[in-house]
């Protein structure tokens, strides 16, 4: 499996016959070879390996977010999609929030921000109850032990504590476990989450409904939250069900590509491989000026469409035939010029939802991960906490930090993403998979809220258009085109091993360049197992921008 077209970094893709883990710690991959070991799935390998990544990655994962997962292979009947995602607070209200001081938007972090129930335990549940071989309690142990006796603080984490050292400062039960002695722990350090140990003890012991949704951890987050701001109750948690819902698909140069449906932003996705679809990618050369240039027009025009519809489909029937048509990329794609930028902010949607309103850009922290087995199993996995650290506040003594996607409703009652009671919001969130002739040829994804469907998109050409190993295309040069962690402004940032003159030409052409790291985290941190069917191989590859390995058997 000889990939000669692109960089050689030395870092190779893993190549192995029987399993593959991927994600964003090392140690989350070694528990989900684990369990792929002991005789699991790649479903018991994913919980394992998600486990793990809530105790060992705590700034992007954790029991208090929301997952979405997409499951395929010989016995699945084509791709099946689990939404693992909780809606609104039956107490959430726009006038919940008003009569608490909150007129423009909902605040970001602190108890008001925790208002959505934390829905990536039961998709856990869904998930092992259709595919699991492995006893549930089993899957535990690892992300157990790594909270009990504790685990050494990775670069990511070391870098993301000391940046948001002064936001953990304000909300004391954060400050007592991320900065003992009152400091951001560097890289190395021991962490240890003694409340955590003890909930992933009971989700072990008593299950995902009766521990977790039904039981005492609920209680004790809402006993904890509730008398402080946040409006989830027990009943809010005992309502909610992930569910197994209907993926959404395009073609793209003779491939089936499968993404998540609304809440998420997977139709973005698609539509930028529909625009790109009718440029001849190869053509232009990796790393070059056309190349970055048409990557970042095809996201502008996508994006506008989703700014315009994304939320709940419960609530507003958001047109997606249309948005993923072909004749509609067609038609799209003529706003493209290839010696001008278009200015992101002042491109039309293709189709009108109403009104013309504040759309702001979404943030977000996340793990993506991936894992296959042995009898063709496939599983393409991501979970999120929405902003490092989520809300910024634990549920009492659990150790759970929750999530503040629900921070992302507007306020606005003419607002497609307006906040209702029982609603889930706009969601960045996307795992992908490709499949040739009906079969799993390609698992990925990545985190980082915009760079989601950017980074997806720069994957998929360089594998399909280039010629790629995964690790080359998970490697190569990456941008952001919008608002980065902490900017106010739409730019587009380019990793510096991106050449002066590159980035020169993309100047000229009017796009707004900003330069960061040679090897930028908030670039996102990608994975990805790709499936060679004729000789029965798993190549893996994991992101050198994080912490990650690919580990194969």
Not at 42 to 60: E, F, G, Q, R
Not at 176 to 200: C, H, K, S, V
Not at 367 to 388: K, P
Request: glycine share 12%; aromatic share 8%.
């Amino acid at each position: 499996m000889s990939h000669s077209n692109g960089p050689r970094t030395g870092r190779p893709p893993v190549l192995a016959p029987r399993g593959m883990v991927c994600t964003p710690h090392y140690l989350a991959s070694a528990s989900g070879l684990d369990a792929l070991r002991r005789g699991g799935s790649a479903v018991d390998a994913a919980i394992a390996a998600n486990a793990t990544l809530c105790v060992v990655y705590p700034h992007m994962a954790g029991l208090g977010g929301d997952g979405f997962w997409l499951i395929a292979g010989p016995k699945t009947g084509g791709v099946q999609a689990l939404e693992a995602s909780g809606p609104a607070a039956l107490a959430a209200t726009r006038d919940y929030y008003r009569e608490r001081g909150c007129t423009d938007q909902i605040p970001a972090r602190g108890p008001l921000a925790a208002l959505t129930t934390p829905g990536a335990v039961d998709g856990w549940r869904l998930a092992h109850e259709r595919h699991g071989r492995l006893p549930w309690a089993s899957l535990f142990a690892d992300a157990i032990m790594y909270a009990r006796d504790g685990m050494a603080v990775s670069r990511s984490l070391a870098d993301w504590l000391a940046a948001d050292a002064t936001i953990l400062r304000q909300f004391p039960d954060m400050a007592r476990i991320y900065l003992p002695g009152g400091r951001p722990q560097r890289e190395g350090a021991r962490l240890m989450q003694a409340g955590l140990a003890d909930t992933f003890e009971q989700l072990a012991a008593s299950g995902a409904r009766a521990a977790f949704y039904e039981g005492p951890i609920a209680r004790r987050i809402c006993d904890a939250l509730g008398p402080v701001g946040s409006p989830l109750r027990p009943d809010d948690f005992a309502r909610y069900q992930a569910r197994w819902v209907s993926p959404i698909a395009t073609t793209y140069r003779g491939h089936e590509v499968v993404q998540m449906p609304p809440s998420t932003q997977g139709f973005a996705a698609l539509q930028i491989l529909n625009l790109l679809e009718g440029f001849d990618v190869a053509g232009w050369g990796d790393g070059t000026a056309d190349y970055y240039h048409h990557m970042v027009e095809a996201v502008k025009v996508a994006f506008a469409d989703r700014d315009e519809w994304l939320t709940d489909p419960d609530f507003v029937d958001i047109p997606l035939k249309t948005l993923l048509s072909k004749d509609y990329a067609a038609r799209r794609r003529r706003l493209i010029d290839a010696g001008q930028a278009l200015a992101a902010d002042q491109i039309e949607p293709g189709l009108r939802y109403g009104a013309r309103l504040d759309r702001r850009g979404p943030d977000g922290d996340t793990v993506y991960f991936c894992a296959s087995d042995a009898d063709g199993l496939v599983v393409s996995i991501i979970q999120s906490i929405y902003h490092d650290f989520g809300a910024a506040v634990v549920g009492g003594d659990t150790g759970v930090i929750m999530q503040n996607r629900g921070s992302f409703f507007s306020l606005d009652e003419t607002h497609p993403n307006r906040l209702e009671p029982g609603k889930r919001t706009f969601h960045t969130i996307i795992p992908a998979m490709m499949l040739k002739d009906g079969k799993p040829v390609l698992a990925y994804g990545t985190m980082g809220g915009e760079g989601q469907p950017q980074t997806q998109a720069a994957m998929l050409t360089r594998l399909v258009d280039f010629g790629y190993d995964v690790q080359q295309a998970i490697e190569a040069p990456r941008w952001l085109m919008g608002r980065t962690w902490g900017m106010a402004s739409r730019d587009l940032w380019l990793e510096s091993r991106i050449s002066d003159e590159t980035a020169r030409e993309l100047r000229l052409r009017g796009q707004p360049v900003k330069m960061v790291g040679r090897w930028d985290g908030t670039l996102g941190h990608a994975q990805a197992i790709r499936i060679d069917h004729a000789t029965g191989l798993f190549e893996g590859g994991a992101d050198p921008r994080g912490d990650g390995a690919a580990m194969g058997f």
